[in-house]
């Protein structure tokens, strides 16, 4: 199982960014979703998971601003990013929680990480 996360780059303060994490390979199921946010020497802090049902739930710091989402069908997690400030930069991890179609195994799976920079 791979995750390949898309969508970081440059900008300004007030703007919006849309990331974007793939799933594939021997997939039977995804169960939670989630994407995850570090700098530099930080801990990976968690910014927003959903459900496999689509229920979400957020870090304090991004409610109102941040929207995850999921299309099952293409084993994709979105994350839409409104109203950025500078202390949204960080490299984006994107998250799930999976079973294997080969073992049947329930494991946690990481994507490469995307760089958000929100800079004039």
């Known amino acids: 199982v791979q995750l390949q996360a898309s969508g970081g780059g440059l900008v300004q303060p007030g703007g919006s960014l849309r990331l974007s994490c793939a799933a594939s390979?021997?997939?039977?199921?995804?169960?939670?979703m989630r994407w995850y946010r570090q700098l530099p020497g930080n801990q990976r802090d968690l910014v927003a998971g959903?459900?496999?049902?689509?229920?979400?739930n957020y870090a304090d710091s991004v409610k109102g601003r941040f929207t995850i989402s999921r299309d099952n069908a293409k084993k994709t997690v979105y994350l839409q990013m409104r109203s950025l400030e500078p202390e949204d930069t960080a490299v984006y991890y994107c998250?799930?929680?999976?079973?294997?179609?080969?073992?049947?195994?329930?494991?946690?799976?990481w994507g490469q990480g995307t760089q958000v920079t929100v800079s004039s």
């Open positions: 998250n799930a929680e999976a079973m294997d179609s080969r073992t049947l195994s329930i494991r946690t799976y």
């Open positions: 390979g021997s997939i039977f199921r995804i169960n939670d």
């Open positions: 959903i459900t496999t049902g689509g229920s979400p």
